[in-house]
């Protein structure tokens, strides 16, 4: 029997913080209170001028993934062990099909990879093609394998992207089975254009890559997204919302009483697009992912979007590629593997650069990194809580600690840093997964295989609001 005492810090949870120790016994949290008394042979972490969080989910990373033409550095070892030391303990990764490739057999694949995983893992299914299986197994995925979330990628033409018909049939089918649809919001069609274009003005270098996926590429994508859900009436989840264009669709569509959901990445947030004009092609390539850093006026608005709700998660897109993998790209940017790291930096770039500057409490600090991602993927209060019989996947994060970021120092395989050099203050000084110490002051004690995949089950009866859509159907008294 594994038993913790975290003793004396300041529990923060989504909704309130205070000071309490927590006492957790084989994988989950047995008590939250003042002097509780350790059992014996209880490790006991004193918590001190700490604060005790639930630990960060991070729901969006790509762990061993294969794509354009290669695979990602990390692994879900190197990736969740990253993760655990960084202060994250769920990751929500992606089983991408090829287009025609059966949904059940890329979801067991997937399954495989995962095994190794040191945290605890779930995936969204991207729907890259249509018909009447791959409808089939969506309801399979959801009913009995605990997927309640899919993916569409408007972008990647000739490759993964999904086209308007392909979003309507998927958005229409998770409707009916209580499930999330997920967009990666880029026109593909613009983008395709726009590469040849930039290309034909003799612009082959890193620097034409956001030429080539301006803002509105992204917000035509999310707006027609977002429109094809309202229709439908179906929930939407926009991933990594990166620019004015689309935090300002979702903020439009919620205003109408839309359910609209947004992601917003750490690296968007603080990462500008001068580094794309960076001299040295390895410093640019390895910036490129899509959507692109953005011009410094984007940032603002993402960080107006989380303060004032319209935007709810915050992830990574841990998506690792070392520079002989970005070479490939080297005399046309559209050849570069698209994808940057994180998930070991996250919490600490969003305490130092959100909390730190006063623009989010402690508390919206635990609801956008991990307590909206629990509800939103419906495993609340399972994880993103720090209360009794939750999951103890816990954070003691020490408020003065501080630290700079390198690509020398991070446990990902990835070879750079998009945070290389920045100072943060606020750092964990353990992490605790499943009630075990996975990470003590710079000793990280991540394990392959000790990772649960965790199910996800449908959203229930008031998931859309299906009355509102045959009201808007009925004629109007004027037509009658
Ligand atoms: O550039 C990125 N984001 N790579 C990963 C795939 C995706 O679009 O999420
Ligand atoms: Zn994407
Ligand atoms: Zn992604």
């Excluded at 990772?451 to 009925?474: C, E, H, M, T, V």
Aim: one cysteine or more.
């Amino acid at each position: 029997m594994t038993s913790l005492l975290i003793r004396g810090g300041t529990v923060v949870n989504a909704d309130h913080a205070f000071v309490a120790d927590v006492l957790t016994q084989d994988g989950k949290i047995v008590a939250v209170g003042s002097q509780l008394t350790a059992p014996s042979g209880a490790t006991t972490i004193d918590a001190g001028g700490q604060y005790v969080m639930p630990g960060g989910i991070d729901p969006h990373t790509h762990m061993q993934l294969p794509f354009m033409g290669t695979v990602t550095m990390d692994d879900f070892f190197s990736g969740t062990a990253a993760a655990l030391a960084g202060g994250t303990t769920s990751i929500i990764d992606f089983v991408i099909p090829n287009p025609q490739q059966p949904l059940m057999e890329a979801y067991q694949t997937w399954r495989g990879w995962a095994e190794k995983s040191a945290s605890d893992y779930g995936f969204h299914v991207a729907i890259t093609w249509w018909d009447e299986s791959v409808k089939r197994d969506m309801g399979r995925l959801v009913q009995q394998e605990g997927v309640n979330s899919f993916k569409h990628f408007m972008a990647y033409k000739n490759a993964i992207m999904c086209d308007d018909e392909t979003l309507v049939n998927s958005f229409q089918r998770a409707l009916e089975l209580g499930a999330m649809p997920t967009v990666h919001a880029e026109n593909g069609e613009l983008v395709y254009l726009l590469q040849s274009e930039v290309a034909a003005r003799g612009i082959r270098g890193p620097e034409g890559h956001p030429l080539s996926r301006p803002p509105s590429v992204e917000g035509e994508a999310a707006n027609r997204a977002i429109a094809i859900a309202e229709v439908l009436n179906v929930p939407i989840y926009v991933v990594h919302v990166s620019c004015m264009e689309a935090a300002d669709a979702i903020a439009r569509a919620r205003a109408r009483g839309q359910r609209v959901y947004g992601e917003v990445l750490a690296g968007h947030l603080v990462v500008d697009d001068s580094v794309y004009r960076h001299p040295d092609f390895a410093t640019a390539a390895a910036h490129v992912m899509s959507p692109p850093f953005r011009a410094k006026g984007h940032q603002e608005a993402l960080w107006r979007g989380l303060q004032a709700g319209h935007l709810h998660t915050t992830a990574t897109d841990h998506c690792t590629f070392c520079a002989a993998q970005k070479a490939v790209g080297k005399e046309d940017f559209a050849k570069i593997p698209n994808g940057t790291g994180g998930v070991e930096e996250r919490l600490a770039v969003l305490w130092d650069a959100g909390v730190n500057s006063g623009r989010l409490t402690p508390s919206e600090f635990v609801a956008i990194t991990s307590a909206n991602t629990a509800k939103l993927f419906n495993i609340y209060p399972q994880k993103g809580c720090v209360a009794v019989g939750a999951d103890a996947d816990l954070v003691v994060w020490d408020p003065s600690g501080s630290k700079t970021l390198s690509a020398k120092t991070q446990h990902s395989k990835g070879d750079f840093n998009i945070f290389e050099g920045r100072c943060v203050t606020g750092i964990p000084s353990h992490t605790i997964s499943q009630g075990e110490l996975v990470y003590v002051q710079g000793d990280l004690r991540a394990r392959a295989g000790a990772g649960r995949y965790i199910k996800r089950p449908a959203f229930g009866a008031n998931f859309s609001a299906a009355k509102r859509r045959a009201d808007a159907l009925a004629p109007s008294p004027v037509q009658r």
